[in-house]
């Protein structure tokens, strides 16, 4: 039977599309197959919607997500009574969740929608569908006494009306009200309640949004700079200085068109990252000669140049009225969203009082889902080299807002912060290092002089070796400051990895350092090894990159079952390369008797059940290869593509194993979401380090740093 989450409220303007992207969230960890329903919807595109069809790739028919209009439902009410209205939907519901295992449904919004009691009709709603339910409360603007009154109330009407209530949210309340909130409600209620702060950045309209809704002519400015959160306005009206000292971060400026010279200004100081701010609101429809465009845009590439025709008091009326709303074109205030969901709601208790079933399959979603939650539930520290690169600084971002993971981002640090303000990026509390001008350089010299003395490195010469990010980088994760190293997006991975061989080096019991990617097909995740390092590996190092690999699928949640691939299966085959891989499978066979190792055998008998029927019916792995050895580069490099390009999977790798702590490259093309989850794959390794091997041995050498490399919040 489907089971359904009905996530409903009692008011408008509670926020509540955070619960429903964080419930969707962790369903589709859980769930291949994930329908949505709105029972009622407005006129109009359907924001939330669009976001979760985008963000979760769902495949349903639009049109099988709604039930009545506003309107229709209505007339349909006055006309034949609420009986009638419910089993319309009802039916329609049902059409939803024949084809889902479970069903995420979308209260009504309490938003004109000339229905009598609404909060019963949602109650009996659920009821109606068998769905449990989530209220959610809004606390915005009301003191801890009304919000502790009204969480109360909420909870004692679902029940009442025979709701099954999974838990209750009350959302945007003051921060500074949250923890005394959180801490009265605490066992008052007979299921657990979640108090959400109400975030600034949730509320505060983008750039293009605000464009959009004042129909304003965009003069400058590129899609990242439209994208930058509004947290503020500030009316240019003053002279040049005190207009200066009253601009904050994030702010949108509005100014009469005709002054160049606030235009110019506030520009040059979001150039200087004192403060980066969202853009710049022009109005009279005074547009600046070309000649202050020009050097306006050269001053801030990308920060938007806005210009409407009112003047600044309408202009006013309209901005103070406008709110953030989440859809597919707001992608990072969706990040905010779950970091903030996850933050302060138990998600390991929520999904268990949901009785969704289980998928077997572990779809790519799925995958990257539990590899976000995992990294998280034991926070590690992971260093950047590529500061200045914007895919990594897009990543950085995600992995902040999303709490995965605490990151040391190393450059020159105006420059991060200058590109950071360019994207509109916000790096919360990530830590920016200069290596040329940090204070640990001239520690880290001699570390590495001592390390490479056998080489005849001097200190001069370490000196100016870690002054590279990545060199520099290493060392942090060697000597205990951050817990790994993610980096290959604009670097080789010679110069990624090289580092690592001379500073980090192999882990004991380890003969090899070599790499895993993991392909994330439709149904199922497979483990693929050695596709980026080792270009003709022996048969021992073969053996010994099997066992690697299947350490690493086990530790990601992927039962290991070995095929020593060749192009012979069993018997069947002889000659140097297919000895090789017999001897390797007898190698791996010998030294770890509990792994399942199948070996020579050919790709398609180790992962299809009715060829292995045949060529090997007696063997525990064929058919069912979960860890795919290679024989060689050329072989493992040349399949993981033609899988990832013809079978449309989404390959996440190469992973790095053998190091005695995490070191991983990433593709130059490497995509943010590549980085997004190499990051996550590295935290989750150094998860494993015992604890001696992630304290910095030398503490009074290596200080951390200075408040002035955190990084500001654009």
Excluded at 126 to 137: C, D, K, T
Excluded at 166 to 178: F, G, I, Q, S
Excluded at 637 to 648: D, I, L, P
Aim: hydrophobic share 45%; glycine share 8%.
């Amino acid at each position: 039977m489907t089971r359904s989450v009905y996530v409903t409220g009692i008011d408008r303007g509670d926020g509540r599309q955070v619960v429903e992207l964080g419930v969707m969230e962790l369903l589709t960890r859980q769930v291949d197959r994930v329908g949505v329903f709105r029972p009622l919807v407005h006129d109009g595109p359907d924001r939330l919607f669009e976001l979760l069809r985008a963000r979760y790739r769902l495949t349903q028919d639009p049109a099988t997500v709604y039930g009545l209009d506003y309107h229709e439902a209505s007339a349909l009410q006055a006309e034949r009574g609420t009986d009638e209205l419910v089993s319309v939907l009802v039916d329609r519901f049902h059409l939803v969740a024949r084809d889902y295992d479970v069903v995420l449904v979308l209260g009504s919004d309490y938003a004109a929608t000339q229905l009598p009691d609404e909060l019963a009709l949602n109650a009996r709603l659920a009821n109606e569908f068998g769905a449990s339910v989530v209220p959610v409360v809004g606390g915005r603007r009301q003191s801890a006494e009304s919000v502790l009154a009204e969480t109360r109330n909420a909870y004692r009407a679902y029940d009442g009306l025979g709701c099954d209530v999974l838990a209750m949210v009350t959302n945007r309340v003051a921060r500074e009200d949250r923890d005394e909130i959180a801490e009265r409600l605490l066992g008052r209620l007979p299921v657990p309640c979640w108090v959400l702060p109400d975030d600034p950045a949730l509320a505060a309209p983008t750039v293009a949004q605000i464009a959009h809704a004042l129909d304003a002519r965009v003069l400058l400015g590129d899609h990242s700079g439209l994208a930058r959160d509004a947290l503020n306005f500030v009316f240019g009206g003053a002279m040049l200085p005190n207009f200066l000292a009253a601009l904050t971060p994030g702010s949108l400026v509005v100014t009469p068109g005709d002054r160049a010279d606030l235009v110019i200004g506030a520009l040059a100081a979001h150039s200087a990252g004192t403060p980066p701010i969202a853009g710049v609101l022009l109005t009279l429809d005074e547009v600046p000669r070309e000649e202050i465009l020009t050097l306006a845009a050269r001053l801030a590439p990308g920060t938007p140049v806005l210009s409407v025709s009112g003047t600044s008091f309408p202009t006013a009326e309209h901005l103070f009225a406008l709110e953030g709303k989440l859809n597919a074109a707001t992608p990072r205030k969706a990040e905010t969203a779950l970091g903030l969901f996850e933050r302060y709601v138990d998600t390991a208790e929520l999904l268990g009082r949901v009785s969704a079933p289980s998928s077997d399959r572990v779809t790519p979603m799925m995958f990257e889902h539990q590899l976000l939650e995992q990294a998280r539930s034991d926070r590690r520290r992971v260093v950047l080299p590529e500061g200045t690169e914007p895919r990594v600084l897009h990543a950085a971002e995600v992995l902040l807002r999303r709490g995965v993971c605490d990151l040391t981002l190393l450059g020159p640090v105006d420059q991060i912060r200058k590109r950071a303000a360019d994207l509109g990026i916000d790096l919360g509390e990530a830590r920016l290092i200069d290596p040329a001008t940090s204070e640990l350089r001239d520690a880290f010299a001699e570390r590495y002089a001592g390390l490479r003395a056998h080489r005849g490195v001097t200190v001069e010469l370490a000196h100016d070796v870690v002054s590279d990010v990545n060199y520099f980088g290493t060392l942090m994760v060697e000597e205990g400051l951050a817990d790994g190293m993610v980096s290959g997006s604009v670097h080789s991975t010679a110069a990624t990895i090289r580092p690592a061989f001379e500073i980090i080096k192999t882990r004991p019991g380890a003969s090899i350092v070599s790499s895993v990617f993991f392909m994330c097909l439709a149904d199922k995740v497979l483990v693929y090894g050695d596709c980026a390092v080792n270009p003709d590996p022996d048969a021992e190092q073969l053996a010994d990159i099997a066992i690697q690999s299947a350490a690493t699928a086990e530790r990601f949640g992927v039962t290991p079952r070995i095929a020593m691939l060749s192009y012979s299966t069993g018997t069947s085959g002889s000659g140097a390369d297919v000895d090789k891989v017999r001897a390797a499978t007898a190698l791996v066979r010998e030294r770890r008797p509990d792994l399942s190792v199948e070996g020579p055998i050919q790709y398609d008998a180790a992962v299809e059940p009715t060829v292995a029927a045949t060529k090997l019916p007696d063997s525990e792995v064929a058919g069912q290869a979960t860890v795919l050895i290679f024989p060689d580069l050329n072989t493992g490099n040349n399949t993981y593509k033609a899988v990832q390009r013809s079978a449309g999977a989404i390959a996440v790798g190469p992973v790095l194993q053998g190091l005695r702590k995490p070191v991983n490259d990433l593709s130059r093309g490497a995509l943010v979401s590549d980085i997004v989850n190499t990051v996550a794959i590295t935290a989750i390794q150094a998860q494993s380090a015992s604890p001696s091997e992630t304290r910095s041995a030398f503490p009074s050498a290596f200080p951390s740093p200075s408040a002035d490399q955190k990084a500001s919040r654009p």
